[in-house]
Structure formats: C-alpha cells, structure tokens
C-alpha cells in the first residue's frame, strides 16, 4: 500500500495529467496493493468484533464504504429482499473523533429494522433509523434510486461499533416535497446548532443561494454562502492520428476561454425532513445549445453532519457533454 | 540571503541520454571553476547538502505570504485541468488512502496488543 500510494504522488498521477494507458496502469497498482491489503485488514476486523462483542460471523467480513458509494458495492446488494434474514455490520472510526450516527447504502425496495449493539447490556437495542432515497441518472435516459439509512449508533474514536439489519420490517422513507419556487426563503434544514435557510437560485448565473445560521456565533445575523458548478473546454486535439495525447494536454482548459459554464439550470429543489435526518436535494439539468439533455442530471445534496459542525455538500456529477 | 546558489538542472523528459546531460554538466563546472575560480566555486550537490550549509549561516528568513497556485504558462493558460481530471481516479487515490490510514491504525493496534501472539504480528509486519 506505502509503495503504490508513494507511485501515486507523482506529478503525473494523482494530478491524473499521464497518457490514457498509464493512468490505467496507476489505478491497477492500487486495486492490487487494496486488495491484497484488505485480506489482512479483514481479518483483524473479524478479530477485533470476536473480542469486542463475543461475535463470530459465519461467512468472511467484507468491505462496504460510507460515502461516495451505493448498495450495489454492498454486501446487501446480493441478498433476496423477499427472505427473512438479519446482517450484522461492524463501523469501523478509524479517525480520532467520536462518532453519534452513521450511513449504510441499502437498495430502495429494503425495510430493515435496525437494532445496535450495547456493550453494557450486551445485547441488541433499538434506535434510530432513517432511509431517504434520490434518483439517480444514467447515460441512456434510465432513473435508479440510490438509498441510504442514516442511523443513530455510537462509534468512538479508533474503535468498532456493531449494528445488525433484519429484513421485512415496515416500509418507511422519508417524503420528499419539491420546493416551489415563491417558498425558497422560507424552507431550511436544520440541526447541530446550524440552520442553512435556501433562498433560491440567481438564473443569470445558476447559482445557488444560502444563509445560514449558526448558533455558535449567538449572532442573528446569517452568513451568506452561494453554490454553482462550472466547466472549461478542454484541449483534447490529438499530437498526430496515432498518437494519444497525454492528459496533462487533454484536462488543459482551451486557451481563451476566461470564464468557465455553468453546468445547467436547476430542474427541481426538494426537501426532506424526517425525525432523525433533513436534507435538501437540488437537481441540475444540462443544456446543450439550447436543447435540454435529458440524460444529463446532476444532484447536489446539502446536509448538515450530525458530529462535526459542518455543512455537508455531496455532488452527484453525471458526464459534461463534449 | 547568502552566497551560496543553488542551480537546478533538467526537466521532465531531460535524462533521456542522461550521459550527455553529464558531460554538458561536467564542462560547465570545469570552465566556471577553471576561468572564475576566483570568485565561485561549482561542485555537484544535493537538496540535503544545501540545505545543511543554509542552516549554517543562521538566516532570518523572510514568510512568504502569496500562493505559487495555479500555474499557467501564459498570460490566459492556465494548468487548472488537473484539480478535476480523471476524477474517478482521483476518487481512487482517496478511497486507498482512507484504505492505508484505517488499515495501518488496525495493525498498529494489533502490534501493541499484548495479548497478540507472534505468528499473528509476523503476519502484518
């Protein structure tokens, strides 16, 4: 891993400007040093939840991320949804702050009831748990549902927490409400002490405006934020017809071009409020010299963390057209 | 600051037939040292080498303040591409890294577990 990380600092690399066919190479190195890594780390995984919760689980550990993934990297993904069956998942913090709640990707057509690990009473819990979902859009015009469950379930520091999802509960999402456009201003979300008010879209500029509000401050006053995302042509004329040129040439914006896009016009902002999360979804569709491709959409998600006083924005970029 | 210079040799692609670049090297160093031996004196030498003699002198060094970023290599060329390209890429470099930090903290721990056995440590390591 400390070898193929080190390969990847070089000014090629992670700046992802080297030929097709070496970038290619790069993200090999990577897939086999993670791979032959996370034998090890699994293992030790399954060693800590045996000593930590007395549990040995009956097929090997494997890996799902928390962010910047779906369901379909996720174990769940190769379970029947019409069986009875309960999962146990371990949250491995490997940071240094304490964590209150976490994120699983579940597939839309799941209802688990959640219950967490109590080291006190040694026994599974109840807790919060919340599924919200938003569509996804793929190149040939198909929607998904890409879902998470937001729950609440302690994690410390350098440690594991243990949670356990059982199949077949009731079916609960959080509704979504599309924000029509004479009540931006008065549609927030709010929680740990932040409050991020939206206040609707600036059209010449497609840009997204917000206030927010921190309880921190005292001050009554808001701080004003604004969110838009831009694109430059790139450079992508070839050296000769056999020859690839390299990326440092390909990602290079056109000479010329001073000012970046916009990406597209806002199509929808929705809001979702449940007991446990809230969040605000805003959708971009792109225009193409007028016409409106509809393949092409991009979510940008504004939430704020449950942990750390921190406003969170995840992108869900899909392709900018060429 | 000091008398000293240090001149950095080659680019990217520049040591292709790296004996040429040697013997370009040698002759430079030869005739600066044989025609003004007087005032300089050029050697071969390091970042590290440099940066002991800097120490030396015990400089006041000025903070710099600007930011050397973005580069460009005109007026409106800007080398901004590279903040965004290959982001799945990008995205791979931090998921192995998220990856190296969670698992090298997971050994650490096992290392310093005491109740570790030999053969369970000899395998990390």
């Known amino acids: 891993m400390l070898d193929a990380m080190g390969v990847l600092q070089h000014h090629d690399a992670v ?27 699994d293992k030790l995984i399954a060693d800590k939840v045996r000593n930590q919760f007395g549990y040995a689980a009956n097929e090997d550990w494997k890996q799902c991320l928390k962010t ?7 174990p769940v993904a190769s379970k029947s949804l019409n069986e009875s069956w309960s999962m146990n998942v371990a949250v491995h913090n490997p940071s240094t702050v304490d964590l209150k709640s976490l994120k699983v990707a579940v597939p839309e057509e799941a209802n688990f009831d959640v219950t967490v690990f109590n080291s006190t009473s040694q ?26 469950m937001e729950i609440k379930a302690d994690t410390n520091a350098q440690a594991i927490s243990l949670i356990k999802l059982t199949n077949g509960a009731k079916k609960e999402e959080i509704q979504k409400r599309v924000i029509p456009e004479n009540e931006a201003e008065t549609q927030f979300i709010e929680g740990n002490g932040l409050k991020v008010v939206y206040k609707g879209m600036d059209k010449t500029e497609s840009t997204l405006k917000f206030d927010v509000y921190d309880e921190a401050t005292g001050s009554s006053k808001p701080e004003e934020f604004e969110f838009s995302m831009r694109y430059y042509e790139s450079y992508t004329h070839m ?39 809230q969040q605000l979804d805003i959708t971009f569709g792109k225009h193409l010299y007028g016409e409106e491709l509809e393949s092409m959409k991009s979510v940008v998600h504004v939430s704020i963390d449950k942990d750390l006083p921190l406003i969170k924005i995840d992108v869900d970029l899909d392709s900018l057209p060429l | 600051m000091t008398d000293d210079i240090f001149c950095l040799f080659g680019s990217d692609f520049q040591y292709k037939a790296a004996a040429w670049n040697y013997r370009n090297m040698d002759s430079m160093i030869d005739y600066m040292n044989e025609n003004h031996g007087d005032k300089y004196f050029f050697k071969y030498s390091t970042p590290s080498e440099y940066i002991d003699i800097i120490k030396k002198k015990d400089i006041k060094w000025p903070t710099k303040y600007d930011d050397m970023f973005p580069y460009s290599s005109g007026d409106t060329d800007w080398w901004t591409g590279y903040f965004t390209s290959r982001a799945n890429a990008k995205g791979y470099v931090r998921r192995a890294s998220s990856n190296l930090h969670s698992s090298a903290i997971t050994y650490a721990q096992k290392v310093l577990d005491q109740s570790a056995k030999d053969e369970e440590i000899a395998s990390i390591m």
């Open chain 1, 15 to 41: 700046s992802g400007t080297a030929k097709q066919a070496v970038a290619n190479d790069y993200n090999r190195l990577l897939s086999n040093a993670m791979a032959k890594n996370n034998a090890q780390y």
């Open chain 1, 68 to 74: 910047n993934s779906t369901y379909l990297d996720c």
């Open chain 1, 123 to 148: 026994a599974f819990e109840p807790t919060m748990a919340e599924k919200s979902c938003y569509d996804d859009h793929l190149e040939n015009g198909e929607k998904i549902k890409n879902c998470h």
């Open chain 1, 239 to 277: 050296m000769n017809n056999k020859m690839m040129n390299s990326g440092a040439y390909a990602f290079h914006p056109m000479e010329g071009q001073l000012h970046p896009y916009p990406y597209g016009d806002v199509k929808e902002v929705s809001i979702s409020k449940g007991k446990y999360s």
